[in-house]
């Protein structure tokens, strides 16, 4: 068992927040590639896993949300998908102090898949298969799929990362709230999606994103009476706002670690943050779970 699952049988493990919000924060511009500040400005991505260390995640994940072939493409960058990945995972790596585990994200294509899009599956399994495989040759502890809206591009990259052998992969999906409950934008349920990633082999169940804590807690409850797999829950702060064509979010991090609590008591084995989050967020939350490094 990897060393990561060992832990969340100890305590809550903690992951970090947001890393879009600290790119903006420390210069990112609108239409900027946060991919590219891994080889551009690595010394100040790293600086955003060490703040996120320091607060007292136990995990960070690498800047690669975006950095799959497809989406990459984007930026005429698709050639650089080694590059960008293995470079983000080793200064992740030496960003961290020992003992701490660095995910390696992978995020969606950003693409629909056929028929509703003109993605065809087998183009996102080869895209999030060489992102896997280089963010496992730049030395991440384990793979992290995240913010997926579309259950079966979460399996195309679940399938990916397995193929690359004994690596443990946590398989997250985005839900939102509706009145019959909480569904993906593709439509899929809580308990269709847990089984279907644990058939094809995910080592922890998670869910992010566009939820906020109050909402999270809910949705733990049902992740956890769905599987007996760890769970790993990291909400936003709060639900978004925007003035001006700037998206914000009001909640504190005081308000985020008291849902926090009330998450792992629902049955979160591991939480972090997702969008709004910041390093304040993760300490508030170390400290309400009573949960020192
Ligand atoms: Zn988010």
Redesign the pocket.
């Known amino acids: 068992m990897h060393a990561i699952l060992e832990l969340a049988k100890k305590k809550t493990v903690i992951f970090d927040g947001?890393m879009?919000t600290m790119l903006m924060a420390a210069g990112l511009k609108a239409g900027e590639s946060p991919e590219l500040w891994n080889i551009e400005k690595p010394s100040l991505v790293a600086e955003i896993h060490r703040q996120y260390c320091e607060a007292g995640s136990d995990a960070v994940h690498t800047n690669t949300f975006g950095c799959n072939a497809v989406k990459l493409a984007n930026r005429g960058l698709a050639e650089e998908t080694e590059k960008i990945n293995v470079e983000a995972a080793r200064l992740a790596r030496e960003a961290c102090p020992a003992g701490k585990f660095v995910a390696g994200d992978i995020g969606p294509t950003g693409k629909l898949l056929k028929p509703l899009g003109d993605l065809v599956i087998e183009e996102a399994e080869e895209a999030f298969f060489r992102q896997a495989q280089a963010l496992v040759k730049g030395g991440v502890d384990v793979v992290s799929i995240e913010?997926m809206f579309s259950l079966q591009e979460a399996l195309a990259a679940l399938r990916a990362a397995k193929k690359l052998g004994d690596v443990t992969v946590i398989a997250s999906l985005?839900f939102n709230r509706t009145k019959k409950g909480f569904f993906t934008m593709m439509g899929e349920g809580v308990k269709q999606a847990v089984s279907a990633f644990e058939e094809a082999g995910a080592d922890v169940i998670a869910s992010?994103?566009?939820l906020g804590s109050r909402d999270m807690i809910d949705l733990t409850k049902e992740l956890r009476a769905a599987t007996r797999r760890p769970v790993l829950v990291?909400p936003?702060a709060g639900k978004p706002e925007t003035q001006k064509g700037v998206t914000f979010y009001r909640q504190t991090p005081a308000e985020f670690a008291q849902d926090c609590r009330e998450i792992r008591s629902s049955g979160a084995d591991m939480i972090g943050g997702?969008?709004?989050t910041n390093p304040e967020f993760i300490r508030c939350l170390v400290h309400a779970l009573g949960n020192f490094p």
Do not use: H, P
Request: glycine share 16%.
């Open positions: 947001a879009g913010t985005t992010n994103c566009s990291q936003n997702c969008c709004g």
